[in-house]
């Protein structure tokens, strides 16, 4: 994977298969993921070069005109996040368990990657938007010292924005839940 990430949000899903066509036309960059979330939204996932990134980004927002709803640009994103999106992680362990949920498909993806730049931890899933009324959420596993501290910093990115739902931590996870979360 290359080093950075972008993602721009519209509220067209037409408007958003047509101007994902523009950003790769016009910048370096492959597109990660481009799909319709709830409620009725398109999102554009890029990656590539940081100054490619930027640019395809960039040429999103112009394009998207009045259906742009968001947009993030994440140089040096932590390698985690890229699985994590598509649901391909298997952590070595399960240990402790942190869930964050915010109200913005992009400030979960910002909140992800600090959480796992904060602290040793693993990802297990970062779902985005299907299903869940246009929200997401990050789950991740670590020690509990490590979930505690990627939780806060991640709060803090959502609270910030005040984008939160909610974030939890679960010191010792049943075996039965651990299951259904992999």
């Known amino acids: 994977m290359e080093a950075a990430i972008g993602m721009v949000e519209f509220s067209s899903i037409a408007r958003g298969i047509f101007t994902a066509d523009q950003m790769v036309k016009i910048s370096e960059v492959e597109i990660f993921t481009a799909s319709s979330v709830c409620p009725g939204k398109y999102i554009v996932i890029v990656h590539g070069d940081v100054a490619s990134v930027a640019d395809s980004?960039?040429?999103?927002?112009?394009?998207?005109e009045e259906y742009f709803v968001d947009s993030i640009v994440i140089p040096n994103v932590h390698q985690g996040v890229f699985p994590a999106i598509t649901g391909a992680t298997m952590?070595?362990?399960?240990?402790?368990?942190?869930?964050?949920e915010s109200f913005s498909l992009a400030t979960t993806i910002i909140a992800a990657d600090a959480i796992l730049k904060a602290?040793?931890?693993q990802p297990i899933e970062l779902r985005l938007g299907n299903g869940?009324?246009?929200?997401?959420?990050?789950?991740?596993t670590g020690d509990v010292a490590a979930v505690e501290t990627g939780t806060d910093a991640g709060k803090?990115?959502?609270?910030?924005?005040?984008?939160?739902?909610?974030?939890?931590?679960?010191?010792?996870?049943?075996?039965?839940?651990?299951a259904s979360l992999l």
């Open 156 to 178: 803090a990115i959502a609270e910030e924005k005040g984008l939160l739902v909610n974030a939890e931590v679960i010191p010792a996870p049943a075996e039965g839940l651990i």
């Open 91 to 100: 952590p070595d362990e399960m240990q402790a368990v942190g869930i964050i």
């Open 132 to 140: 869940l009324g246009g929200r997401a959420y990050f789950t991740y």
């Open 57 to 64: 980004v960039r040429v999103g927002e112009e394009f998207a």
């Open 119 to 121: 602290a040793e931890l």
